[in-house]
């Protein structure tokens, strides 16, 4: 007879995921900006906080720009720290409410990357994409079927000569050899 036991564990019980467009204005620049050079997003962090049954999301990174000014004869590098936040929805939650004892996990599932940069009335504009995903790890059961013991058929050992003839060794497989059966507990 099977018996059904629960097993205690631990397991991802909600997950959710945002993505954030977001347009940093970069501070003011050495002089007048003649050209963008390159734009490179460093130091992306990401942290998930409980808020009553939610998730809140917030992370930073830093944008550097490199540019050129006095026309295109020196070139400087602006930086500028760029904070973000959201609340992010469960999909398929275990459960509505969030415990005390729920651990949550923030990521990033793709880095941030400049999508535009641009220059709008001497200021430097980048548009920036990212997205990330939290993660709800607390206690959930799982329920097992015990099944009874297995019992292995011990079947003789075939030796095989390498000059034997090949229909002889055909004949020999046996295709039921994986085969075995399952008695139950007394």
Same mark, same amino acid.
């Given at each position: 007879?099977?018996?059904?036991?629960?097993?205690?564990?631990?397991?991802?019980?909600?997950?959710?995921?945002?993505?954030?467009?977001? =347009?940093?204005?970069?501070?003011?620049? *050495?002089?007048?900006?003649?050209?963008?050079?390159?734009?490179?997003?460093?130091?992306?962090?990401?942290?998930?906080?409980?808020?009553?049954?939610?998730?809140?999301?917030?992370?930073?990174?830093?944008?550097?720009?490199?540019?050129?000014?006095?026309?295109?004869?020196?070139?400087?590098?602006?930086?500028?720290?760029? $904070?973000?936040?959201?609340?992010?929805?469960?999909?398929?939650?275990?459960?509505?409410?969030?415990?005390?004892?729920?651990?949550? %996990?923030?990521?990033?599932?793709? *880095?941030?990357?400049?999508?535009?940069?641009?220059?709008?009335?001497?200021?430097?504009?980048?548009? %920036?994409?990212?997205?990330?995903?939290?993660?709800?790890?607390?206690?959930?059961?799982?329920?097992?079927?015990?099944?009874?013991?297995?019992?292995? =058929?011990?079947?003789?050992?075939? *030796?095989?000569?390498?000059?034997?003839?090949?229909?002889?060794?055909?004949?020999?497989?046996?295709? $039921?050899?994986?085969?075995?059966?399952?008695?139950?507990?007394?």
């Amino acid at each position: 007879m099977n018996e059904i036991r629960e097993i205690l564990t631990k397991a991802v019980i909600g997950k959710g995921s945002r993505k954030f467009d977001l =347009t940093a204005m970069m501070p003011e620049t *050495a002089g007048l900006v003649d050209r963008v050079l390159g734009a490179v997003m460093t130091q992306h962090l990401v942290t998930a906080t409980k808020s009553g049954n939610s998730i809140e999301i917030s992370g930073s990174y830093e944008v550097h720009v490199w540019y050129t000014y006095e026309d295109d004869k020196k070139t400087e590098i602006v930086r500028m720290a760029v $904070d973000y936040g959201d609340v992010i929805v469960l999909e398929n939650a275990l459960r509505e409410h969030l415990l005390a004892s729920d651990e949550l %996990v923030a990521e990033e599932l793709v *880095a941030p990357y400049a999508t535009d940069v641009r220059i709008e009335g001497g200021v430097i504009h980048v548009d %920036v994409s990212l997205e990330v995903v939290a993660e709800v790890i607390g206690e959930t059961k799982m329920r097992v079927a015990i099944l009874g013991p297995v019992v292995e =058929t011990v079947r003789a050992e075939i *030796a095989f000569d390498p000059d034997d003839d090949l229909a002889e060794i055909d004949a020999a497989i046996q295709p $039921d050899f994986l085969e075995a059966t399952i008695l139950p507990f007394d």
